[in-house]
């Protein structure tokens, strides 16, 4: 996958200034991506519930657990790596999809009500066609989530 800029939701931003006051922690919550084709609104979109996921089928089922492999500092950045995620499309494929969805599993046990961190965009939107392979690629450089530690 190409590199493509990642953006933030204004909630997790002020989630994340309010340190040992938030509902986030990125040192240690689960996260997790699922598949959109809505367009984001940064700022008033605040939880999962918020944004639709696509339909599940198709080789598609559902939001996947990042398999995190390392969270540091590098750099004066707050970097965190995973693995990479591949979905095989099967029977009609599925799509379309256009945003990646970034989200914290662990800030609360309602599936609706977890927090949304951030998205990639496509250039435009997606279809995995039956027997076809998308895999969500993770800088092993970069990883997928850099955070300035310089204030």
Avoid: C
Avoid at 27 to 42: C, H, W
Avoid at 48 to 74: C, M, Q
Avoid at 105 to 111: E, V
Wanted: proline share 4%; hydrophobic share 40%.
């Amino acid at each position: 996958m190409a590199d493509f800029p990642f953006y933030s939701f204004d909630s997790a931003l002020l989630q994340l200034a309010l340190g040992k006051n938030s509902v986030l922690d990125l040192t240690t919550d689960t996260l997790a991506i699922y598949l959109s084709n809505t367009a984001p609104n940064r700022v008033t979109h605040q939880k999962k519930g918020d944004l639709p996921e696509i339909a599940t089928g198709g080789g598609y089922a559902g939001a996947v657990n990042l398999t995190i492999t390392s969270r540091a500092i590098e750099s004066n950045y707050w970097v965190i790596k995973a693995n990479n995620i591949d979905w095989t499309g099967s029977g009609s494929g599925f799509g379309p999809f256009r945003y990646p969805i970034l989200y914290d599993i662990t800030s609360n046990a309602t599936d609706s009500e977890r927090k949304l961190l951030g998205y990639w965009a496509f250039p435009s939107s997606q279809t995995v066609s039956a027997g076809s392979l998308f895999r969500f690629g993770v800088s092993s450089l970069n990883g997928m989530l850099r955070l300035s530690t310089i204030i």
